[in-house]
């Protein structure tokens, strides 16, 4: 498929594939997109459900002045019984939960009034309705579209979109048919909206996603070695850390410094000094295993990440670096580093910041004593 795409429309037209895909499945997403993604639906669910639950409780005034008691009144249960489980979703809802837990709490969220909805159409579709009662009717019939353009404000996935919208288009087109009502005319007009308002809706998914995705592609990524910057470094290690203790496994941190990195740029410039940081980190990235985040923690110093990783798994990994180390200075010499490492469980540390600072300590003794070295846990020494 990637060599079809390639042939035909060359390696721009492959990147604008994958792009497409990433907005329809995202099957490789970044995990701190993800966080933010999920963070953003459980943030705007909450504002949906309180937006929701005014209107449905005044509702039920404007059902009194329009309807018979028979039939408002049995609407207004059904309006109560919706902002009861509105109020309760507000109380339940954590920003912790997991994005299905939060897709399905939003499933719930839209299906309260559609349900309304159907009730409505069971009580009214059959009468002959005038003056307000018909208005009161029309607007009911309104819900299905309201629904859909409360999705628009949630940064789906296309997948995520169809798998909420079409349940909506489909109560819509055969709710009448509830209540007796099966103009077949009349249901193919409905459903021709519907997928017109269908089509705005992933249209505007599709572009706040990508917006999303792009924002935080340049909020998340340091420009120049095109890593991780020290603020999204530091969400993606505090992450890590808090699901490495919940679940008992274990998490390893190096912290790498560049040696005698201020004489490149004292000597050849900070063009080569930027040439030089740029090759170290690609260097460093192919160290790792490819889900490693590897962050740019200032200047020259790196860190890098190693979820489920124990102290012997990242040994493995860093004798890699001998004897090439991560390139070649300006003057032909190797570019060395001096590396710290701490692991979670073998340090028997508590929180991330005594992770990345123990690390840390150890990239210092590493220099101190003689620089292009790696001081692992129980000052084991790598040269």
Known sequence: MKAIVIALFGLA?????TAFMDLVLALDEAPHLKRHRTTALMARLRLVAASFALPTLLWIGFDMLALEPGSWMVLAAARLGAVACFLLLLMLLRAEWSRPVGLVMLAVTLALPLGIYVVAELQLGEQT???MAAVDRNLYHALPYIVLAGLSVFPLLIFESLLLALPVVLVAVIGPALSGQTDAVSMAS????????????????????HYMTALLGRASYDPLTGVFTRSSGMESIEFHFRVASESGKPL????????????????YGHDEGDR?????????????????PVVRWGGEEFLVLFPDASAEGVEIALKRLFPDWLGLRPDGLPLTAS????????DDLSDWPALVELADQRMYAAK?????RCILPGNKLLS
């Open 13 to 17: 037209g492959w990147r604008k594939v």
């Open 252 to 267: 390893a941190l190096a912290f790498f410094d560049i040696d005698n990195f201020k004489s490149i740029n004292d000597r």
């Open 368 to 372: 101190t004593t003689g620089k292009a």
């Open 129 to 131: 309705l005038t003056g």
């Open 339 to 346: 590396v710290g490492v701490a692991e979670r469980m073998a």
């Open 190 to 209: 409905t459903l021709w909206i519907l997928l017109l308002v269908l089509g705005v809706y992933l249209l505007s998914g599709m572009i706040q996603l």
């Open 276 to 292: 030089v940081l740029k090759m170290a980190a690609q260097a460093i990235g192919n160290l790792v295993r490819r889900g490693d």
